[in-house]
């Protein structure tokens, strides 16, 4: 169901706000999150049906992500903004896949089960906080909302405005098998949430000898390229665990480029449907997330540790990221689509002429300051 959602919930939220779509698709995914292993105790049709229930409300969430830092950032803003949504669920993974672990073998309810009621449990902080302090827009903060804008922050923004798991295959036991897999996402969070804001920084200081589609360009081989170069040294390194398991966290430190790149683009191309673009794009990614787990399983048949097999894999994989990269460097523009803006005839977004409003305002009033300094100094 992940297929089907992203688009037309992205479009949703452009038209009606995405707090409470956001709340309402977060719970509901936590609370069956709750009912899977009792689901999965009576009936293995009812764990696939909850799972494709989640599913359905689970592809709600990004994409209603994206539409509402589209009415809180400044055109540049939503890079770090960008860059924060990537990186939160690899920083929470980072919490999670040890508690996980941890659980399983000393939780309660028999280990297993106690993972889904604690993570459960976890959505309901969140949810009270999320439904206090967050409004769809800077306007809508100062009617009911918990944290307000201040008066000046108000005007300013209303008129400016995967983890690897290696269970078996390598040995590692499950607790270990954990923290393995929090290395991942921490290596990944962590280049996410840099990625962002170096980008925008290298853009405006770069911006006479680099172009903007040119720095994303940039960070996005890198994202892809990276773990090329990392799983084509797996192939030639054979059963080495230690290396295998340090390559694939360097493989994802260079993924985290992405936001830098591909992500924050989406934003820039189509910056008045950035929503519906991002839950296009996330249906269309869910595509391999079919193909791949058939396709390994073709290739590793009755033999899941042959390594001989295994490098099949990783061989087709890099091809992917090669066939990637290409496409995206031939075809990625940064610049802002006739599709993608209202305002078709002077190129810009609507929030994206306020805040150009508000840069000029802010270099006159810089030049005036300094010319007051100077004045006064003589």
Known sequence: MYLITPTISGRITERFGAKWITSITIMTSGAILALIPTAAYYSVNLLIALLVIQGLFHGCVFASLFSLYAHWFTPMERTYAISGI??????????????????????????????????????????????????????????????????????????????????????????????????????TGVTMAVCGPLSAYVIRKSSAKLSKTAVRKIFATTALMGPAVCLTIITAIGCDSTSVIALLITALFFYGFMTGGEFSMISEYAPDFSGTVFGIAATLSVFPAFLAPYVVGL????????????????????????????????????????????????????????????????????????????????
Request: proline residues 5%; glycine residues 6%.
């Open 86 to 187: 990537a990186a939160g669920s690899n920083f929470g993974n980072l919490v999670t896949f040890p508690l996980a672990g941890y659980l399983a073998e000393n939780g309660f309810a028999d280990g297993w089960p106690s993972i889904f009621y604690v993570v459960f449990m976890a959505h309901i902080p969140w949810f009270i906080l999320w439904v206090l302090c967050v409004q769809n827009t800077p306007l809508d903060s100062n009617r009911s909302a918990l944290i307000r804008c201040s008066d000046s922050e108000l005007n300013y923004i209303k008129n400016n405005t995967n983890s690897f798991g290696a269970p078996k295959v390598f040995g590692i036991p499950i607790i270990q098998n954990g923290l393995f897999n929090a290395m991942t996402s921490l290596a």
């Open 299 to 378: 290739i590793l048949d009755d033999s899941p540790n042959d390594i001989s097999r295994w490098n099949v894999v990783f061989y087709i994989t890099i091809g992917v990221y090669i066939l990637g990269t290409v496409v995206f460097l031939v075809f990625a523009s940064a610049e802002p689509q006739p599709w993608g803006l209202i305002d078709k005839v002077n190129n810009l977004s609507n929030d994206e002429q306020v805040f150009e409003n508000i840069d000029k305002s802010r270099n006159t009033v810089k030049e005036t300051a300094n010319q007051l300094c100077k004045s006064m100094q003589t």
